[in-house]
């Protein structure tokens, strides 16, 4: 609670507060600390266990047996020699620069 006090031509303003006021803006500090100690203790717990899935599916990769490469699938073609297809290109194919 705020109050105005005249005395003469000077205006002083008292500042009162209630002790649960005063307790309020002590421990409101300690509130926050509180919170940002609970947040970085939540992100260290969810890096740990990401960390702990993430080496757990890796070795899983790792050890799991592999198979045979599948084979490529065949050409839609019925008369294709299975040649590779190549890309060749002219000179008349290459656009250039005129001035």
């Known amino acids: 609670m705020t109050t105005a006090t005249t005395l003469g031509d000077a205006v002083f303003s008292l500042n009162m507060t209630?002790?649960?006021e005063d307790f309020l803006y002590k421990s409101s500090g300690a509130i926050v600390a509180a919170v940002v100690v609970v947040v970085i203790i939540i992100f260290?717990?969810?890096l740990i266990l990401l960390k702990v899935y993430n080496r757990r599916m890796r070795t899983r990769r790792e050890l799991e047996p592999?198979?045979?490469k599948p084979a490529t699938p065949p050409s839609l073609d019925p008369n294709s020699q299975h040649q590779?297809?190549?890309v060749t290109f002219s000179a008349v194919d290459l656009p250039s620069e005129t001035r």
């Open 44 to 46: 260290t717990v969810v």
């Open 84 to 86: 590779p297809a190549t």
């Open 66 to 68: 592999k198979g045979p």
């Open 18 to 20: 209630t002790r649960g």
